[in-house]
């Protein structure tokens, strides 16, 4: 586990941007079971996240189409949460960073860790923009 003064700036990433965090499995069942849209962003201290994956979650949102929900779990730090988070991505395996797109509980668009890793999030954030495009 990380300490928490390490991943508070990380976390502010997002959540400053209007994500919830998920701390525990109850949060995210009811995270998912909302009626409408909901992009999970599994968080995370990797280059990739930072450079990457957070930059391109806030350029998605500038999108006239967005999900009615946002959240995020925090690999290394909220286990349990991001455990659950990660078996509702099922097929895909785990990987951080990552992020899912469910509507009314169904995953319908899954950016693993591939493709975020050396990307630039100008990117990312167009492969997210076409899927609230399309079930936003």
Known sequence: ???????KPMREDLTSIGFEELHTEEQVDEAIARKGT???VVNSVCGCAAANARPAARMSLQNSKRPDHLVTVFAGVDREATD????YMVPFPPSSP????????ELVHMLERHHIEGRPAEIIADNLTEAFNEFC
């Open 1 to 7: 586990m990380y300490p928490p003064e390490l991943v």
């Open 38 to 40: 909901t992009l999970v």
């Open 84 to 87: 659950k988070a990660r078996d």
């Open 98 to 105: 990552s992020m899912a797109l469910f509507r009314d509980g």
